[in-house]
């Protein structure tokens, strides 16, 4: 016995009065936290012993006349013995992962929500300041930058606020996107009409984050350039698996289409930011007409790695 009052091993045998082996093993058995049993009988069948194994024995003894039972009875009890204290052991280990797992996923958590409340901080001194400045194109960098912190912003806040905490689903976080910058572009006399077509893929952050501040930059050109101000108008993003791990983000208007020379307007910037993101990920970027024979259709594609996506996904994905 342990010293708690607890049996450490107990030994069942076959043939007893009243009620066989068997059924006491079952007994034993249905008990809260039984401890191991080994199983003794005279009988050398081999169907008692299957029946014993299969009903929960932790092993098996035959009696016999001499020495020699008791050491093999020693010997079974002793591996018993091991193998409850190895299996409590892993069991153990087990749950202190578990409750770690736990403490790490409420830590990342907590961590993405203060994230996510500092660049909604930022945001807002961003906001204010734009307000204050009398010129028009200091005034519109204030508010690029802002949408572009938005960005960012909404991983973070569908990371604390889904199960998740290293994938984010596409569908749902572009969406979001899609819904601030109708919002946001929709202020003055021509609305602009962002529409999601998302292939349901969660992403690691990282890839996330570069394909939501790509999809920003093209629609916010798409807002400012394909439409005039007066003017309503439809940009379109589309998400799509076009390889078994191969996703393709796309962003179509139905504006004039881009310019014969190629000229960049504006400062530039968006331009160039999209082009190191890309460089970052290994991705590559195109630019022509849309699908629907009118505007611009700008697209990225990015291959993924099993580690980019989660197993169940990275597994379904394969060829």
């Known amino acids: 016995m342990t010293g708690e009052g607890r049996f450490d091993l107990i030994a069942v045998d076959h043939y007893m009065p009243g009620q066989d082996g068997l059924a006491t093993l079952e007994a034993l058995r249905k008990l809260a936290d039984c401890p191991p049993i080994v199983y003794v009988t005279g009988s050398e069948e081999s169907r008692i012993a299957v029946a014993a194994l299969k009903s929960g024995a932790d092993d098996y003894v035959v009696k016999s006349v001499g020495e020699e039972f008791f050491d093999l009875l020693c010997s079974s009890f002793e591996q018993v013995l091991e193998r409850a204290q190895l299996r409590r052991a892993r069991e153990q280990a087990e749950a202190d992962l578990r409750q770690s797992n736990a403490r790490l996923e409420a830590l990342l958590k907590e961590v993405n929500h203060r994230v996510a409340n500092n660049l909604q901080m930022v945001m807002s001194f961003i906001g204010l300041q734009s307000k204050s400045l009398a010129d028009p194109a200091a005034r519109e960098t204030l508010q690029q930058t802002q949408q572009r912190i938005a960005t960012i912003a909404q991983v973070n806040r569908r990371l604390y606020t889904t199960d998740d905490v290293e994938f984010v689903a596409m569908d749902e976080y572009l969406a979001a996107l899609a819904a601030d910058l109708t919002e946001s572009w929709s202020t003055g006399a021509g609305r602009r009409e962002v529409r999601v077509d998302a292939h349901p893929v969660k992403i690691c952050t990282d890839k996330a984050v570069a394909l939501g501040m790509i999809a920003n930059e093209w629609v916010s050109n798409a807002c400012k350039y394909a439409y005039g101000a007066a003017e309503d108008g439809e940009i379109r993003v589309i998400l799509g698996q076009v390889e078994p791990n191969t996703i393709e983000l796309a962003v179509e208007d139905d504006g004039p289409g881009l310019p014969v020379d190629g000229a960049i307007r504006g400062t530039g910037l968006g331009t160039r930011l999209i082009e190191a993101l890309a460089k970052t990920?290994?991705?590559?970027?195109?630019?022509?007409?849309?699908?629907?024979?009118?505007?611009?259709?700008?697209?990225?594609?990015?291959?993924?790695?099993?580690?980019?996506?989660p197993p169940e996904q990275a597994r379904a994905s394969l060829p």
Do not use: E, M, P
């Not at 290994?282 to 980019?308: E, K």
């Open 281 to 309: 990920h290994r991705a590559s970027v195109h630019y022509g007409a849309s699908r629907t024979g009118r505007g611009t259709r700008a697209a990225i594609v990015l291959s993924l790695r099993s580690a980019d996506r």
